[in-house]
DNA sequence: CAGTGAGCGAGCTTCCGCTTGACTT
């Protein structure tokens, strides 16, 4: 019985604004979107204007009837959800769908959570605007069309189950052109040379000076007789230049910025970050998490002043306001920032306070000054050739936001050139040299992404929005499309010269180069899927496509066109090469053949399988020998590009015979869940020091037996009287089994003191409440 | 839990963007 409805879109939102309203107010959440198009027969009329079908989203039923019955009861319903493109058709679908009276309707909007904002957006209410609304249907119904009329044409000419869209489809095409960049990629070596002069310090200590030299050569033979010239050369000081350089701090985070840094700082997971800051949020203590807005409240301008006064003195407060450049941006909230920025800390899990931290300091010293520097260069002059040695040394004067932050780079092999501080030489001095070193320096090929940089691409590209950027990375990885892996990386010999005392050393030495970690691998599926989507819709997997298409929602937004006819503009064509594709293009199956097999003379090759990458021994449709080929699945690892005929061979000497112990059988194969043992109808795994090709008979026994034991180990108690029942120490600590089913045992129960009536009690209690429908592997 | 892969061919899969739970056998 409250004179006001207001929905707003998220219930951590609700409970804030509900604070700031008063008692006439009851502040409502929609939980998101209530509405969506029908599965069914694409959920679009095509032919009648592609008119939608909506439907209340089922996990929504319950929200719906009690807005609607909370609605019947107001006098005035406020519609609050966010002020962007999906917000507005938001409002409009809880129009519609609570059948709201457009006189007792009222649409707000507010930047900003503080209670002069939602005071003000109270004042000033408008009507929906349609023709935003109207945006958001061409969006969604474009993704929708995509997505249902591209998917099928992979089920039929690739494999059943696999899906396309305007985002994910070009998220892998990124992923896979970068890879064969990789591939492709030439290295070439040249010579780095290095210097470590001798200097003196202010109080006459000898120090040491590195310098590059401003040439790299491109043999050793050119980087030798450099060497040689240096031999009884004299090296001058030509001149010292000193500059000054400042340093401005970066824009607080949006959920882009956030995703990448505690990548890089915290070594989250985009879907960790997220879930963490999801966290932080309901608790109150940062603003919203899916953002692309830098902008911050004039509150939170003035009471992060207050705080780096406090802390730092006034010389390091400087008031700035960011403008956000990326792509297609919307700015419906603020900047990721804490709520209360005087609170530098918070409580929580050691997750949630090492993210508020990041948060809080980002925020912080996007309000602080300048970092000012100042950079020397050295040059030094060789008395026997041309080139130079350079040093460089930058030297803090002011450390202003470093104080508290500074941002990283993806660049793996950044220069270490920080805080150095040269010794104090002046030109014209005459310096020696303690050794000169030149070594051989590899290209270093395009580097793979990872989830972060990945969706640093994204947006830059105006992929994607802040709520879609983790679902993309995991819907990618689970449609099998792109695995997230570490690799170890490979051993290489490199040319190192030394000139030191007038003497040349050469030594071949190693290095380790091209570990990757937590990085992203196109699969085979993806390759081939990939392929195939470049070859026939073109249109959909222009990098550019989504940029384009978003220029026509703010046409419609604007007014200046119908939603309707920009569809119909797309539709023709785009639907034109899905019939053609269906038509004309063959399967593709990525097919490649190896060779043949020496014992048998078949030719051996691989594909893509129902099942996933297999290879495969032998021709089909052979009618005349009515001999079937055999079939082997691919290991993790392999790959249809890279898989060689002698890898490919010893897929097929699986499952192999080692012989018998007690009496039975024992094979060795490759499952489902990797190498393993069988013996007696039993299984255990094997790890990853043995292969099944190579494992000894006797060291399966080993295995075997130590399966036994952990198994024994696994039974805490059972009972004579009822022999099915047991006590079993599981993952998640002891449990009871019976008859197949699993059941709890309640918290502060003794498992080893349990009595067989104490347990059928518990059975009686029924079983582990059942998992819902869970379909993804 | 520990392969499968043609053949007959039902009925199923799938998109993007907005938001949290209920659930981890």
Same mark, same amino acid.
């Given at each position: ?152 044409v992979l089920w039929k000419k690739v494999k059943p189950q696999l899906s396309a ?7 892998v095409r990124?992923i896979v052109e970068?890879e064969r960049e990789i591939l492709d ?69 949006? *959920?882009?910025?956030? =995703? ?8 989250? /997971?985009? %879907?960790?970050? @997220? +879930?963490? &800051? #999801? ?69 929580? *899990?050691?997750?949630? =306070? ?8 980002? /925020?912080? %010293?996007?309000? @602080? +000054?300048? &970092? #000012? ?106 449609r099998g499309y792109v695995v997230?892996e570490?690799r ?33 691998f196109p699969t085979d599926i993806g390759m081939v899927v990939n392929d195939f989507l470049v070859k026939n ?44 594709t269906l038509e004309i293009s063959e399967k593709a199956n990525g097919e490649r053949i190896l060779g043949d097999d020496p014992q048998t003379g078949k030719p051996i090759s691989v594909k893509i399988g129902r099942y996933g990458p297999l290879a495969q021994l032998g021709e089909t449709g052979d009618a005349e020998s009515d001999e079937k080929p055999k079939f082997a699945s691919l290991q993790p690892g392999m790959s249809i590009g890279t898989i060689t005929l002698e890898e490919a061979l010893d897929l097929f000497k699986l499952p192999r015979e ?9 094979t060795a194969a490759i499952g489902r869940f990797g190498p393993y ?14 292969s099944p090709l190579t ?82 592997k």
């Amino acid at each position: 019985m409250v004179d006001n409805l207001v929905i707003v879109e998220s219930p951590a939102k609700a409970k804030t604004i509900e604070k700031f309203l008063g008692k006439d107010f009851l502040v409502k959440s929609s939980f998101g979107h209530i509405r969506d198009l029908e599965k069914k027969d694409f959920g679009v009329d095509i032919e009648n204007d592609f008119k939608p079908r909506y439907t209340i989203s089922s996990d929504k039923k319950a929200v719906v009837s009690e807005l609607k019955k909370l609605a019947k009861e107001a006098k005035i319903v406020w519609l609050a959800s966010d002020e962007d493109r999906e917000g507005e058709a938001i409002a409009w679908h809880l129009l519609e769908a609570l059948n709201l009276d457009e006189k007792k309707t009222r649409r707000i909007v507010f930047h900003e959570i503080t209670k002069p904002a939602i005071q003000e957006a109270i004042k000033n209410p408008r009507t929906i605007d349609k023709n935003l609304v109207n945006a958001q249907q061409a969006r969604r119904v474009l993704d929708r069309l995509v997505g249902f009329e591209v998917s099928p044409v992979l089920w039929k000419k690739v494999k059943p189950q696999l899906s396309a869209g305007r985002v994910q489809s070009v998220a892998v095409r990124l992923i896979v052109e970068r890879e064969r960049e990789i591939l492709d990629f030439k290295t070439t070596s040249s010579y780095r040379v290095n210097a470590l002069f001798l200097a003196d310090d202010e109080n006459g200590q000898k120090v040491q000076l590195k310098a590059e030299l401003n040439k790299r050569f491109n043999s050793r033979d050119e980087a030798y007789s450099f060497l040689e010239k240096c031999k009884g050369a004299t090296f001058n000081v030509d001149d010292v230049v000193k500059k000054p350089a400042k340093r401005s701090p970066a824009p607080p985070f949006t *959920t882009s910025t956030l =995703q990448q840094e505690a990548s890089r700082k915290l070594g989250f /997971s985009v %879907a960790q970050t @997220m +879930s963490v &800051a #999801q966290r932080l949020y309901e608790a109150g203590k940062i603003t919203y998490m899916r953002t692309d807005s830098v902008n911050l409240s004039s509150l939170a301008i003035n009471t992060a002043k207050a705080k780096i006064n406090n802390l730092y003195g006034e010389k390091y407060s400087k008031t700035r306001q960011f403008k956000t450049n990326s792509k297609g941006a919307q700015e419906a909230h603020e900047a990721i920032r804490p709520t209360y920025m005087e609170n530098d800390s918070v409580s929580g *899990t050691k997750q949630e =306070q090492r993210l508020y931290e990041l948060i809080w300091k980002r /925020s912080i %010293a996007s309000q @602080m +000054s300048d &970092a #000012q520097l100042e950079k020397t260069n050295v040059n030094i002059g060789i008395s026997s050739t041309n080139e130079k040695f350079v040093a460089s040394g930058e030297v803090v004067k002011f450390d202003g936001f470093l104080k508290v932050y500074f941002e990283s780079t993806d660049d793996e092999e950044e220069k270490n050139n920080g805080d150095t501080l040269l010794p104090p030489i002046k030109k014209d001095d005459v310096i020696s040299f303690n050794s000169i070193s030149a070594a051989q320096r590899f290209s270093q090929r395009p580097p793979r992404y990872t989830e972060a940089s990945l969706v640093k691409k994204l947006e830059e590209q105006g992929i994607g929005r802040p709520s879609t950027y983790a679902p993309i990375i995991t819907t990618i990885q689970n449609r099998g499309y792109v695995v997230k892996e570490d690799r170890p990386g490979s051993e290489r010999e490199f040319i190192s010269l030394t000139l030191e005392k007038e003497k040349i050393n050469e030594q071949i030495l190693k290095e380790n180069y091209g570990y990757e970690r937590s990085k992203l691998f196109p699969t085979d599926i993806g390759m081939v899927v990939n392929d195939f989507l470049v070859k026939n819709f073109d249109m959909i997997m222009d990098y550019n496509f989504t940029a384009k298409v978003e220029e026509q929602f703010d046409i419609i937004a604007e007014g200046k066109e119908e939603w309707e006819k920009m569809l119909k503009t797309f539709y023709k064509p785009f639907h034109k090469q899905v019939e053609e594709t269906l038509e004309i293009s063959e399967k593709a199956n990525g097919e490649r053949i190896l060779g043949d097999d020496p014992q048998t003379g078949k030719p051996i090759s691989v594909k893509i399988g129902r099942y996933g990458p297999l290879a495969q021994l032998g021709e089909t449709g052979d009618a005349e020998s009515d001999e079937k080929p055999k079939f082997a699945s691919l290991q993790p690892g392999m790959s249809i590009g890279t898989i060689t005929l002698e890898e490919a061979l010893d897929l097929f000497k699986l499952p192999r015979e080692l012989g018998e112990y007690e009496g039975k059988k024992v094979t060795a194969a490759i499952g489902r869940f990797g190498p393993y043992i069988r013996h007696d109808n039993k299984f255990v795994s094997i790890g990853k020091d043995d292969s099944p090709l190579t494992i000894a008979l006797e060291n399966a026994i080993e295995l075997i037996e130590a399966k036994r034991e952990k198994d024994r180990k696994a039974v805490i108690k059972t009972f004579d009287e009822e022999p099915e029942l047991k006590v079993l120490n599981g993952r998640w600590g002891p449990y009871i089994s019976f008859n197949k089913k699993n059941y709890k045992i309640p918290k502060g129960t003794e498992a080893e003191n349990l009595t067989l009536d104490e347990c059928k009690k518990i059975i009686e209690k029924g079983p582990a409440p059942k998992k819902p429908k869970r379909k993804k592997k």
